[in-house]
Structures are given as C-alpha cells and as structure tokens.
C-alpha cells in the first residue's frame, strides 16, 4: 500500500512560480512510476508530468513543457513539480499519483488508468 500526501499549492500571480511537494509512505518512491495530474473546475483530470520507476526518464503535456519541472527526491520520498511562469490556465486542483507496480512504461505514463495510488490533492490558483 502507497500513500500520497501532496503540500505546496495555493494562491500565485501569473508570471509567478510554486513548487508541489507530493510525499510518499509505503514505498520507495524510486521504486513507483509517478506523476503529477490537474483538474479545472467542469473539466476532465488532464495529465501533467510524470517520471519513471529508476531510471527517472520525464515526460511532459505541452502545455507545461519548459514551464515546469518534475523530480524526485529518494533521500526524502518525494515527488515535486516546480512551476514557473504560472497562467491562470494552470489553475485547477494537482494530484499526485502513483503506480505501485513500477512498470509504467514511457509512453504510458500520461495514462491516468496506470496510476493506482491518488493523494487528495492541492490547490493551485493563478490570479491576479
């Protein structure tokens, strides 16, 4: 069993940076393919970034790409998203997922359906 606690959301103007913490308990975090989902209110959950079990390769949505950065940290178990040159169409609620099997494949990572771990979420709004 993973948990996933995601930190760091909140209130930015455009143009600013925040950066989302997601911890994990359960695992070793370099062990789960994970990533970072965002839903906008009366939209569908849309994929954000993630990163490979190991080897750490990252894959991004176009419209982050540049923008934002996906890592993680095992001395600490945690996955974060630094994001920089925030637009108000970034706002929406960020999940941090995981797959606790580890065997998300590159092209599969944008596929919510190989995550089976969720934590609660964050807020995240970008407004003047």
């Known amino acids: 069993q993973v948990q996933l606690v995601e930190s760091g959301g909140g209130l930015v103007q455009p143009g600013g940076s925040l950066r989302l913490s997601c911890a994990a308990s359960?695992?070793?975090?370099?062990?789960?393919?994970m990533g970072w989902f965002r839903q906008a209110q009366g939209k569908d959950r849309e994929f954000v970034a993630a990163?490979?079990?190991?080897?750490?390769?990252?894959a991004y949505a176009d419209s982050v790409r540049g923008r934002f950065t996906i890592s993680r940290d095992n001395t600490k178990n945690t996955l974060n998203l630094q994001m920089n040159n925030l637009k108000p169409d970034d706002t929406a609620v960020y999940y941090c997922?995981?797959?606790?099997?580890?065997?998300?494949?590159?092209?599969?990572?944008?596929?919510?359906?190989?995550?089976?771990?969720w934590g609660q979420g964050t807020q995240v709004t970008v407004s003047s």
């Open positions: 990163i490979r079990a190991w080897g750490g390769s990252t």
């Open positions: 997922a995981a797959d606790g099997l580890g065997t998300t494949i590159y092209s599969e990572l944008p596929n919510s359906d190989r995550y089976n771990y």
């Open positions: 359960g695992r070793s975090a370099s062990r789960l393919a």
